[in-house]
């Protein structure tokens, strides 16, 4: 008899998981509570906008490859297209620097902002490099919170030679400062660690792993937007008979004797399983599974967001690029602002993402499709939804000072969200976008775990666990737990 696996949520995680199961022969059920799939990862059209609500960076597309080819799902139709240069930074003194393109580009740019040519930017990426193979050999591949199997020890032994013993465990900022001197390089490199929603100045300098994969592997988005990736899965889910329930959560995970037996709907049906696989924040599962908290005292959790999808009328200067940064003046104030004080900056530092430059599919004619985000504290405590138009003008107030001028006239079609939407709608503790925040060695590394301790045939998958947040991350955490599921579960 076929083994029976239920996945709690179509996020990212959830359905690439779904994936790997059902190619492998599993009976596959997977239950999310909103009408539509993907989780973060969705999709909001409007007035003839389409806009992507959660990622619009794609990073490590072989990672996206690697999960449909080795499921046998046609991909010709998802063309990735690479952005060259990928962004544009816009500084408060009005400097513009885009970055990174090609080789010769980040040359001029290095000979223009530093004065020993980039010899501290050129030993930051080198660190980058070996962070990234060891954690290509190590920390992607392994769950760290198992012990490893005979072929993981062979292969984290022999990785031992790619270690990179300096440099590589100091603080984030404290390091890139000691290796960059100009102002404007220090704000690109200090931007990466909000790619996990952790600040700069409390994380450790293994973060510098992203400022290197982002240089070498490039930055990604697939034509029609990221949305196509979900779709795609979920047709190829429908190929392979997986039973997709929207629109209904699940209320209670039920096991006897220490061994998983099913779920429980809102709607009262159950559905018997042989395992479980949770996609939602693994720190919240107890609930589930009618339990206590485990967690004696929860880590930090990483930021969340506000977001503004706005449709726009008219078309934006010619200059403003697919992904355009513009930085606030102070960016230890706003970052003191977001992790210490926990509110939202007063000036915040904010990104724009403009996919209508690149793809005409996305806005009717003449019209620009906007992604607008700044970090935000992750917590619900604040009357968010009272103070939107007080967000709004702090955003587009930054805006402006790059030409980005918003009236309300040119605007067809305009969504706010806030961490308390965040919350509500993807079921994350204070609307928290990553799960818990990089800022120590343990939170990035050790993670909650893949495996339920208590529970046989519970697992855990998605940005929440290993190895960790962004969609790349999230495939590979589907990879690590169809492990441990084969690991643990064929052998019973
Ligand atoms: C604004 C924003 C910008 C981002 N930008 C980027 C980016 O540029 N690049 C990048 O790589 N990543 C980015 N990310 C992060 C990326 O989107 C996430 O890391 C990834 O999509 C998370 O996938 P996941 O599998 O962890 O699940 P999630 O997307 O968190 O989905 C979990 C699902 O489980 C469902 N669920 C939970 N509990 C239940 C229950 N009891 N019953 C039924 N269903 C349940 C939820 O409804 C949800 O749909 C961004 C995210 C956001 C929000």
Redesign the pocket.
């Known amino acids: 008899m076929k083994r029976r696996l239920v996945v709690?949520?179509?996020?990212?995680?959830?359905?690439?998981l779904a994936l790997r199961a059902s190619s492998q022969g599993w009976n596959v059920t997977v239950?999310?509570?909103?009408h539509s799939?993907?989780?973060?990862?969705?999709r909001y059209c409007d007035s003839g906008f389409v806009f992507d609500?959660?990622?619009?960076?794609?990073?490590l597309p072989q990672i996206f490859f690697e999960l449909f080819d080795s499921c046998q799902v046609k991909r010709d139709h998802l063309h990735f297209r690479r952005l060259q240069p990928l962004t544009l930074y816009v500084y408060p003194d009005g400097t513009r620097i885009p970055y990174p393109g090609t080789l010769p580009d980040v040359a001029t740019v290095l000979e223009r902002f530093e004065p020993d040519g980039g010899r501290g930017f050129w030993h930051l990426m080198s660190t980058g490099a070996r962070l990234f193979e060891l954690s290509w050999r190590t920390f992607f591949r392994t769950v760290p919170t198992e012990l490893p199997s005979r072929t993981e020890l062979r292969d984290l032994l022999g990785s031992l030679r790619w270690f990179p013993f300096r440099n590589a465990w100091g603080n984030y900022a404290r390091t890139v400062e000691r290796y960059v001197h100009s102002e404007y390089l220090r704000r690109i490199f200090l931007r990466y660690p909000t790619?996990v929603g952790s600040s700069p100045y409390r994380s450790p300098a293994t973060l510098l792993v992203i400022p290197y994969l982002e240089f070498a592997h490039g930055g990604w988005y697939p034509d029609g937007g990221?949305y196509r990736i979900v779709e795609t899965i979920v047709a190829a889910l429908r190929e392979r008979n997986v039973s997709l329930l929207t629109g209904?959560?699940?209320?209670q995970i039920l096991h006897h004797n220490g061994q998983v037996t099913g779920v429980r709907?809102?709607n009262g049906e159950m559905i018997p399983a042989d395992v479980v696989a949770?996609?939602?924040?693994a720190s919240?599962a107890d609930a589930?599974l009618g339990r206590p908290l485990r967690w004696r005292r929860l880590p930090e959790r990483s930021m969340?967001?506000v977001?503004f999808l706005v449709g726009l009328k008219r078309r934006l200067p010619e200059d403003i690029h697919h992904h355009t940064i513009v930085f606030s003046s102070d960016y230890q104030r706003e970052f003191r602002e977001l992790v210490e004080d926990a509110v939202f900056p007063t000036e915040p530092t904010v990104y724009l993402?403009v996919t209508s430059k690149t793809d005409t599919t996305v806005a009717p004619p003449g019209g620009e499709t906007l992604?607008i985000?700044a970090n935000a504290p992750a917590r619900t405590d604040i009357p968010w939804a009272e103070m939107t138009q007080q967000l709004w003008e702090r955003v587009a107030g930054v805006l402006r000072r790059a030409g980005v001028e918003l009236d309300e006239r040119d605007i067809a079609t305009l969504s706010a969200?806030t961490p308390q939407r965040?919350e509500q709608?993807?079921?994350?503790p204070g609307g928290s976008?990553?799960?818990f925040a990089s800022h120590s060695y343990r939170t990035t590394f050790l993670r909650p775990a893949m495996r339920d301790r208590f529970v046989k045939g519970v697992y855990y998958?998605?940005?929440?666990?290993h190895p960790g947040?962004?969609?790349?991350?999230?495939i590979l955490?589907?990879k690590l737990a169809f492990n441990l599921i084969q690991r643990y579960e064929m052998a019973s």
């Open positions: 709690i949520g179509a996020g990212l995680g959830g359905l690439s239950v999310e509570r909103h799939p993907g989780g973060k990862m969705n609500t959660g990622p619009s960076l794609i990073t790619y990221l209904v959560s699940v209320e709907l809102a949770y996609n939602g924040d919240t589930l969340s967001g977001v993402n992604f985000m969200w965040f709608e993807y079921g994350m976008i990553y799960g998958v998605g940005g929440s666990t947040g962004g969609t790349p991350m999230v955490s589907s």
